[in-house]
């Protein structure tokens, strides 16, 4: 009965947080002259890929590596096939060119680069190093080209008065309210899923890609929703994008430094190869016709509807 309470308070607190953080995000880039995309790239991301980060590091130091690396490959897979599946079925999504030409073959390369390297079985302290310092490279460089090209919120004329006129310190606070509130909510939604899943004796890799990574994911759900409601579509698909690249290059590369991660032959042979192949499939999607359709968004989350079929099968 406890789990249910903490699945409706989590998911109350998930909606709020959701708002709070996108209401935060759009001010702070109006106030810095950055572009909403870079900021659903940056700070929104990161803020959303904070419960990765605890489940992660608690995985890898608890001695349950299939959780820790299951829950960040299973997460992706969820962030592009049924988030942005369902975030594109409630709101079509308009795409930038910035997304076609700069964030998508970003989070492709990052995704490869993590396949490429667990493929001996362990994603070590060096490996870590390498993912950190590459995702910095990258920030600076997406901050400094953004900032060239004087960039506003594309749909500026969209943000209401309030959002215009916020001081910038009580943008950080909503973004850090937002941060906050969508870590707890998960975590409480976390703590009733996976408790029930233990009841019925399901294996760690099945609870890492499917429950902790969809529960870890909640946040880009209702974030993407918020954002794709506000008419920020930039923020929208910056934060799922941002995202996977984050959950890759920051939450793995900070738990292996701490940590040195195992990775299962089923992992490797089988999901990353998944991850791969959704993580394609997603671009000419979003370049044919440069919007994500209500279609496009059906095709995703039956794709993710297979992918569930063949984990329990």
Same mark, same amino acid.
């Given at each position: 009965?406890?789990?249910?309470?903490?699945?409706?308070?989590?998911?109350?607190?998930?909606?709020?947080?959701?708002?709070?953080?996108?209401?935060?995000?759009?001010?702070?880039?109006?106030?810095?002259? +950055? *572009? #909403? $995309?870079?900021?659903?790239?940056?700070?929104?991301?990161?803020?959303? &890929? !904070?419960? /990765?980060?605890?489940?992660? %590091?608690?995985?890898?130091?608890?001695?349950?590596?299939?959780?820790?690396?299951?829950?960040?490959?299973?997460?992706?897979?969820?962030?592009?096939?049924?988030?942005?599946?369902?975030?594109?079925?409630?709101?079509?999504?308009?795409?930038?060119?910035?997304?076609?030409?700069?964030?998508?073959?970003?989070?492709? +390369? *990052? #995704? $490869?680069?993590?396949?490429?390297?667990?493929?001996?079985?362990?994603? &070590? !302290?060096? /490996?870590?190093?390498?993912? %950190?310092?590459?995702?910095?490279?990258?920030?600076?460089?997406?901050?400094?080209?953004?900032?060239?090209?004087?960039?506003?919120?594309?749909?500026?004329?969209?943000?209401?008065?309030?959002?215009?006129?916020?001081?910038?310190?009580?943008?950080?606070?909503?973004?850090?309210?937002?941060?906050?509130?969508?870590? +707890?909510?998960?975590?409480?939604?976390?703590?009733?899923?996976?408790?029930?899943?233990?009841?019925?004796?399901?294996?760690?890799?099945? %609870?890492?890609?499917?429950?902790?990574?969809?529960?870890?994911?909640?946040?880009?759900?209702?974030?993407?929703?918020?954002?794709?409601?506000?008419?920020?579509?930039?923020?929208?698909?910056?934060?799922?994008?941002?995202?996977?690249?984050?959950?890759?290059?920051?939450?793995?590369?900070?738990?292996?430094?701490?940590?040195?991660?195992?990775?299962?032959?089923?992992?490797?042979?089988?999901?990353?190869?998944?991850?791969?192949?959704?993580?394609?499939?997603?671009?000419?999607?979003?370049?044919?016709?440069?919007?994500?359709?209500?279609?496009?968004?059906?095709?995703?989350?039956?794709?993710?509807?297979?992918?569930?079929?063949?984990?329990?099968?």
């Amino acid at each position: 009965m406890l789990s249910y309470v903490f699945l409706i308070v989590g998911f109350l607190l998930l909606i709020f947080s959701g708002d709070f953080l996108v209401k935060g995000a759009v001010s702070i880039a109006l106030k810095l002259r +950055l *572009s #909403t $995309l870079v900021i659903g790239m940056t700070i929104v991301s990161f803020g959303t &890929s !904070a419960p /990765e980060l605890l489940v992660s %590091i608690k995985a890898a130091l608890g001695g349950h590596p299939d959780i820790s690396i299951g829950s960040v490959v299973g997460s992706n897979i969820s962030n592009i096939a049924l988030i942005l599946g369902i975030t594109a079925l409630v709101f079509p999504i308009t795409v930038s060119k910035a997304t076609l030409r700069i964030d998508w073959p970003m989070m492709m +390369l *990052s #995704t $490869l680069l993590f396949v490429v390297v667990v493929m001996d079985g362990e994603l &070590s !302290a060096w /490996e870590g190093i390498l993912f %950190i310092v590459f995702l910095i490279s990258f920030i600076v460089w997406l901050i400094r080209n953004s900032r060239k090209g004087s960039a506003v919120p594309a749909a500026v004329d969209e943000v209401n008065e309030e959002e215009k006129n916020l001081p910038l310190w009580k943008g950080i606070g909503l973004v850090g309210l937002g941060v906050v509130g969508l870590v +707890l909510g998960a975590d409480l939604m976390l703590k009733g899923a996976v408790e029930i899943a233990r009841y019925y004796d399901v294996s760690e890799r099945i %609870i890492g890609l499917t429950i902790v990574a969809f529960g870890t994911s909640l946040p880009e759900l209702i974030t993407s929703c918020v954002a794709a409601f506000r008419k920020e579509a930039d923020i929208s698909i910056g934060n799922l994008i941002g995202s996977n690249i984050f959950n890759i290059l920051a939450i793995l590369g900070i738990t292996s430094i701490i940590h040195p991660i195992s990775v299962s032959s089923s992992i490797i042979n089988s999901d990353n190869y998944i991850l791969l192949g959704i993580t394609f499939l997603v671009f000419p999607l979003m370049y044919f016709g440069k919007k994500l359709t209500r279609a496009k968004g059906l095709l995703l989350f039956f794709v993710y509807a297979a992918y569930l079929i063949y984990l329990i099968v």
